[in-house]
């Protein structure tokens, strides 16, 4: 167990609909990223919050969004679902941001139907 | 941005011998290289990492090796079991927010 926790575990929807998903960092981590794995894609960063603010952007889509709140914990919003946003949304935490281990999360399996 | 390539695919070994997984990256400013291990639909777990001032590291029966120079690194498993079979990830860690960017991951399969 790496400490970093997310909900829900599985998630089945439907296009058009709008999900999120929340992360709890280890205690302690002010760090907190957003990966995407996907069969074709493999295992892309999203996003980046560092202590509330956002600190980097990758492959992240206009449709998804995230935030980080006073207590840590972070949401990524996906909204407007495609059938191709069916993939396994980890998140992972880190103490600062910079050379430290990232600890991942056990994942969000995302079903578009 | 960086760019991390990852060889071979897929590995089948048989167990007792020795596992070899390199990646090349392209980023010099890149600094930091773990290598994560993913069993099915799993998270992936950190095995084993290096930084970029020293050249080799290693764990028991696992080492990574890194050559800035050349812009590559190295993930060596040595005795292989059987439970080593998963999915290996080399990452290389990069930007303003120090995010990884993974290989596209190695099968490797040990044969009892």
């Known amino acids: 167990d790496s400490g970093v926790t997310q909900t829900p575990k599985h998630l089945i929807t439907a296009t058009g609909q709008r999900v999120t998903l929340r992360c709890s960092p280890r205690?302690?981590?002010?760090?907190v990223y957003w990966y995407q794995q996907s069969l074709d894609q493999g295992l892309q960063f999203l996003i980046h919050?560092?202590?509330?603010?956002?600190?980097a952007k990758g492959n992240i889509l206009e449709r998804f969004s995230a935030q980080q709140f006073p207590d840590l914990h972070s949401e990524l919003n996906l909204s407007s679902l495609e059938l191709g946003d069916s993939a396994l949304y980890f998140c992972?935490?880190?103490?600062?941001?910079?050379?430290?281990?990232?600890?991942f999360g056990p994942g969000t399996r995302l079903l578009v139907l | 941005g960086e760019n991390v390539e990852q060889h071979p695919s897929t590995l089948s070994v048989q167990e007792g011998d020795s596992a070899v997984i390199k990646c090349t990256y392209s980023?010099?400013?890149?600094?930091?290289f773990p290598w994560y291990k993913q069993e099915l639909g799993k998270r992936p777990q950190l095995i084993i990492d290096?930084?970029?001032?020293?050249g080799e590291k290693k764990d028991q029966r696992i080492a990574v090796t890194l050559n800035k120079t050349a812009k590559h690194f190295s993930l060596h498993i040595t005795e292989t079991q059987p439970e080593d079979s998963a999915v290996y990830f080399c990452?290389?860690?990069?930007?303003?927010?120090?995010?990884?960017?993974f290989g596209s991951g190695t099968q490797l399969t040990v044969l009892p």
């Open positions: 992972a935490s880190s103490v600062f941001s910079g050379q430290e281990t990232q600890y």
């Open positions: 205690s302690g981590d002010l760090s």
């Open positions: 919050y560092y202590n509330g603010e956002e600190r």
């Open positions: 980023d010099s400013a890149s600094n930091y």
């Open positions: 290096i930084r970029s001032n020293v």
């Open positions: 990452a290389a860690s990069t930007g303003s927010a120090r995010q990884l960017t």
